[in-house]
């Protein structure tokens, strides 16, 4: 495991608004993402009866229909160590193949950065 301190500033900024959406709001995970501006955006699991999304899933969507056009970045606290096929074809849709994604522990600490290729 690598400590969320070895990441740069923007980087540790989406681990720590996707840790702090998952702990606010009580979801099984949280995630951020910075699009091309440095804006960022912040969301949890949405579970309805009719709509079900992961977290990093949600973020994309915001930062879609806020007016992003791409992705710097991507980041996913969870209690899982690796992001599904459908989280990385978000993030990839939007940010392209080598958009990274980071991967922490519900404590903040970075487990791994994949990118969404």
Known sequence: MTDSTDLGPEDRKIVT???????????????AVRDETGRTYAAGTVALESLK?????????????????????????????TASDADLAAVRDLGGAGT??????????????????
Do not use: C, I, K, Y
């Not at 840790?19 to 995630?31: D, K, L, W, Y």
């Open 17 to 31: 608004l996707a840790r702090s959406v998952r702990a606010r709001n009580g979801v099984p995970e949280g995630a």
């Open 53 to 81: 999304l992961s977290a990093l899933q949600t973020a994309v969507a915001m930062a879609v229909a806020s007016g992003a056009t791409s992705l710097e970045a991507a980041a996913v606290v969870s209690g899982s160590a």
């Open 100 to 117: 990274p994604v980071l991967l922490a522990a519900p404590d903040g600490t970075l487990r791994s950065t994949v990118t969404a290729g």
